[in-house]
């Protein structure tokens, strides 16, 4: 049998800016023209999609303890990143919370749920965690996420609980 604990688990990450902070970043990054073309010109280039990767991958591990899952969910998390739940559930917390709000498999920091529920909710965002995300597309891994959200990748990623996101799998995964 496996033994799970050679696993490293993510571990819940309290980000280092505000939320309200972080929405305000986000509107400098927002999708126009100018970064779409910038986008397909790094997607032509290996070498410089990789360097702009790196940059990406410092400043958001940095941040927001990003796990560079490539499909980026922090607009609407109140701009925790669930990837760093153990268990990484993008649609809201497991059943093991604590009463406390305290991780089940780290219980010396809280749930990245509850994180992502008290920042949004401080940003007037509450909303955006009733929505329903669509499951993580695993050949995303390391890519970079805001060239796929400067694409329009992300476009349909979370959608009005009761519809149906569609799957990942049924697009193109540019550059496999
Ligand atoms: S790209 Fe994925 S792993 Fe990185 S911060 Fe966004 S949701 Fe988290």
């Known amino acids: 049998m496996e033994d799970y ?54 400043s958001k591990e940095r941040l927001f303890g990003c796990q560079m899952c490539g499909q980026c969910e922090l607009p609407t998390t109140g701009y925790a990143c669930p990837m760093t739940c153990p268990k990484q559930l993008r649609n809201g917390p497991c059943g093991g919370v604590s009463p406390q709000g305290r991780c089940e498999v780290h219980p010396d920091v809280r749930c990245v749920w509850v994180l992502a529920y008290e920042r949004a909710a401080a940003a007037g965002r509450g909303a955006d965690l009733a929505l329903l995300q669509r499951p993580v597309d695993h050949r995303e891994q390391g890519r970079s996420s805001w060239i796929n959200y400067w694409q329009g990748r992300d476009e349909d990623m979370a959608v009005p609980a009761g519809t149906s996101p569609p799957m990942r799998s049924e697009r193109e995964v540019v550059g496999r």
């Open 5 to 58: 604990r050679l696993y490293s688990w993510p571990k819940p990450f309290g980000p280092r800016v505000s939320a309200r902070r972080s929405y305000q970043l986000h509107s400098v990054l927002a999708e126009n023209r100018v970064y779409r073309w910038l986008a397909t010109v790094l997607e032509r280039q290996p070498r410089m999609y990789r360097v702009f990767t790196a940059v990406e991958k410092a």
